[in-house]
């Protein structure tokens, strides 16, 4: 009974409540001390300061000489000028145009039938925040169902155009790349752009694109004459583009009021702008980062959210946060190695998965809890004499929390009333807010992500090459050994990666590369089946 006397004592205390955007953020089962809000209070401020500079429009990304702006999206004023708040409220008035032709068939496809599904072609921050928006606020009532391709696997592309069928027709595609030169998602443009053709349609007139000015893709959907094109500025990075044309045009299009989204991004600004700790609920998630991981990401976070429409947050929540906060050096240039590794599934599922694990095993982590008070839009039936299927959930999750907390697991508990348009607009701008806080507290770039341009040159690199072994093999008609292939293209480093791709080749027969077999490694031949 102490123990819960003393837990009710930390929960009054330390309970971040915020009505008016209806979440509040329990931190009371993380084990901080008295003293460490106090003393982690200097730095706090400084990420105030840094976040007005940033919301004011300064060099946020000095490596590309940008500003980062996703703020501006849901309050066009806050701006730092008149064009740049004309091009925001100038793309909503489009998206809300766009959608309302296709859902009135004022805009009509090839076949002259309205429009029924949107395919969405992107990759990162042009899928996750989509994909997590449109099955949150999934419903009977949507005007058009949402597909995505969201990588270059054949196999997953082939499975989505199963699925549409000959709906293919009555299909839109919204092709979504800032520079339109990711290859991920040209590919998929490119096998969209086929099987409308196998259906013997004309592509343009089922696309519209989201991109930059001038880029590639923007020349390539006038020149095509696509439906329509959406800007995507240099100021909103990947990540935190889901309020921008990114996720607010697949959402309008889905029939989500994405006004209402952005009224609760909008209003979570605001809270969080605050410059009083304990009332600001970005700041307290931030400093728990830090408590919880030493400020060196020396434990996991793993988010439970307890509702089936949350299940796609953490998987959203591992770019946003692992892409902004893992980082080689500092903003000094001090190599910090920092990071904060996110995983998670939904409750109760969960308990019939990992959090044995969590109770008993490597005490590598901290949980983030998502609590939602409304169980369903209607009324429930019982399951049990007084007991109906949401209180179970909600028995779970109080016991899965309790259990954690016996067994010296610390946790946090963010508590929304339901999820909407309003509340997801409210989470998604809590995280970014909250990194942003994070970045500042341990001195790093949020905005920037070298390791991920790295990942991309090394591809190239790879692909590069694939077609010099391809050109050797074609006018060699001998088979021969990945070492044997090195050696004549001067590469005998890149041996493995040769033997590499010349597997993947020979197990595709349209690629016509034949593999002879032999009992070591070194002695498995390749030649071009002719």
Same mark, same amino acid.
């Given at each position: 009974? /102490?123990?819960?006397?003393?837990?009710?004592?930390?929960?009054?205390?330390?309970?971040c409540?915020?009505?008016?955007?209806?979440?509040? +953020?329990?931190?009371?089962?993380?084990?901080?001390?008295?003293?460490?809000?106090?003393?982690?209070?200097?730095?706090?401020?400084?990420?105030?300061?840094?976040?007005?500079?940033?919301?004011?429009?300064?060099?946020?990304?000095?490596d590309?000489?940008?500003?980062? &702006?996703?703020y501006?999206? =849901?309050?066009?004023?806050?701006?730092?000028?008149?064009?740049?708040?004309? /091009?925001? /409220?100038?793309?909503?008035?489009?998206?809300?145009?766009?959608?309302?032709?296709?859902?009135s &068939?004022?805009?009509?496809?090839?076949?002259?039938?309205?429009?029924?599904?949107?395919?969405?072609?992107g990759?990162?921050?042009s899928?996750?925040?989509?994909?997590?928006?449109?099955?949150?606020?999934? *419903?009977?009532?949507?005007?058009?169902?949402?597909?995505?391709?969201?990588?270059?696997?054949p196999?997953?592309?082939?499975?989505?155009?199963?699925?549409?069928?000959?709906?293919?027709?009555?299909?839109?595609?919204i092709?979504?790349? !800032?520079?339109? *030169?990711?290859?991920?998602?040209?590919?998929?443009m490119?096998?969209?752009?086929?099987?409308?053709?196998?259906?013997?349609?004309?592509?343009?007139? $089922?696309?519209?694109?989201?991109?930059?000015?001038?880029?590639?893709?923007?020349?390539?959907?006038?020149?095509?004459?696509?439906?329509?094109?959406?800007?995507?500025?240099?100021?909103v990075?990947?990540?935190?583009?889901?309020?921008?044309?990114?996720g607010?045009?697949?959402? %309008? +299009?889905?029939?989500?009021?994405?006004? !209402?989204?952005?009224e609760g991004?909008?209003?979570c600004?605001?809270?969080?702008?605050?410059?009083?700790?304990?009332?600001n609920?970005?700041?307290c998630m931030?400093?728990m980062?830090?408590?919880a991981?030493?400020g060196?990401?020396?434990?996991?976070m793993?988010?439970?959210?307890?509702?089936?429409?949350?299940?796609?947050?953490?998987?959203y929540?591992?770019?946003?946060?692992?892409? *902004?906060?893992?980082? /080689?050096?500092?903003?000094?240039?001090?190599a910090v $190695?920092?990071?904060?590794?996110?995983?998670?599934?939904?409750?109760?599922?969960?308990? $019939?998965a990992?959090?044995?694990?969590? =109770?008993?095993g490597?005490a590598?982590?901290?949980?983030?809890?998502?609590?939602?008070?409304?169980?369903? #839009?209607?009324?429930?039936m019982?399951?049990?004499? &007084?007991?109906?299927?949401?209180?179970f959930?909600?028995?779970?999750?109080?016991?899965?929390?309790?259990?954690?907390?016996?067994?010296?697991?610390?946790?946090?508990?963010?508590?929304i009333?339901?999820?909407?348009?309003?509340?997801?607009?409210v +989470?998604?701008?809590?995280?970014?807010?909250?990194?942003?806080?994070?970045?500042?507290l341990?001195?790093?770039? %949020?905005?920037?992500?070298?390791?991920?341009?790295?990942?991309?040159?090394? #591809?190239?690199?790879?692909?590069?090459?694939? !077609?010099?072994?391809?050109?050797?093999?074609?006018?060699?008609?001998?088979?021969?050994?990945?070492?044997?292939?090195?050696?004549?293209?001067?590469?005998?480093?890149?041996?493995?990666?040769?033997?590499?791709?010349?597997?993947?080749?020979?197990?595709?027969?349209?690629?016509?590369?034949?593999?002879?077999?032999?009992?070591?490694?070194?002695?498995?031949?390749?030649?071009?089946?002719?």
């Amino acid at each position: 009974m /102490e123990n819960d006397s003393i837990l009710w004592k930390r929960y009054q205390k330390h309970l971040c409540r915020c009505p008016e955007i209806g979440i509040s +953020l329990d931190i009371s089962r993380m084990k901080f001390t008295d003293c460490f809000f106090d003393d982690m209070e200097p730095a706090i401020q400084i990420a105030f300061t840094e976040m007005a500079e940033l919301e004011g429009g300064s060099i946020a990304n000095p490596d590309e000489g940008r500003m980062v &702006g996703h703020y501006w999206l =849901r309050s066009p004023s806050l701006a730092p000028s008149d064009n740049i708040r004309l /091009e925001i /409220e100038t793309a909503e008035a489009q998206i809300h145009s766009f959608s309302s032709k296709i859902h009135s &068939g004022a805009i009509l496809a090839q076949n002259g039938t309205s429009f029924k599904n949107v395919l969405v072609i992107g990759i990162g921050g042009s899928a996750l925040g989509p994909q997590f928006v449109a099955d949150a606020l999934s *419903s009977h009532t949507d005007r058009m169902k949402v597909y995505f391709l969201d990588n270059t696997d054949p196999d997953g592309i082939d499975k989505v155009f199963a699925e549409l069928g000959e709906v293919v027709s009555q299909t839109l595609t919204i092709v979504i790349s !800032k520079s339109g *030169s990711t290859k991920e998602t040209r590919n998929g443009m490119l096998e969209a752009k086929a099987a409308y053709q196998r259906a013997g349609l004309d592509f343009s007139q $089922h696309a519209v694109a989201v991109t930059g000015a001038g880029s590639e893709l923007e020349k390539l959907a006038r020149a095509e004459g696509w439906l329509e094109r959406f800007p995507m500025w240099d100021w909103v990075g990947g990540r935190t583009s889901v309020t921008s044309a990114v996720g607010l045009l697949p959402a %309008a +299009l889905q029939g989500i009021d994405f006004m !209402k989204m952005l009224e609760g991004a909008k209003a979570c600004d605001i809270v969080t702008s605050g410059t009083i700790t304990k009332q600001n609920p970005a700041a307290c998630m931030a400093l728990m980062w830090h408590y919880a991981t030493g400020g060196r990401g020396s434990k996991d976070m793993v988010m439970l959210p307890y509702k089936d429409r949350l299940l796609l947050f953490s998987r959203y929540l591992q770019q946003l946060i692992m892409e *902004s906060i893992g980082k /080689e050096l500092d903003r000094d240039g001090v190599a910090v $190695h920092q990071g904060l590794t996110v995983y998670g599934n939904k409750g109760s599922t969960d308990q $019939h998965a990992y959090v044995q694990q969590l =109770r008993e095993g490597v005490a590598n982590f901290f949980v983030t809890f998502i609590e939602v008070l409304k169980d369903r #839009a209607g009324n429930s039936m019982l399951v049990e004499d &007084g007991i109906r299927s949401g209180d179970f959930l909600f028995g779970f999750f109080q016991g899965t929390r309790a259990a954690l907390y016996e067994n010296g697991r610390e946790s946090m508990t963010l508590t929304i009333n339901q999820v909407n348009a309003y509340s997801v607009g409210v +989470l998604i701008a809590l995280f970014e807010r909250t990194v942003g806080f994070y970045a500042s507290l341990i001195n790093i770039n %949020a905005y920037h992500q070298p390791g991920v341009e790295a990942g991309k040159k090394a #591809a190239g690199t790879v692909m590069a090459l694939q !077609k010099s072994v391809m050109e050797l093999l074609q006018m060699n008609p001998l088979s021969m050994t990945a070492t044997a292939i090195a050696e004549l293209l001067g590469k005998p480093e890149e041996v493995e990666m040769i033997f590499s791709i010349l597997r993947h080749l020979a197990a595709n027969p349209d690629r016509e590369i034949i593999q002879e077999s032999a009992d070591k490694i070194s002695e498995i031949a390749f030649r071009i089946d002719r």
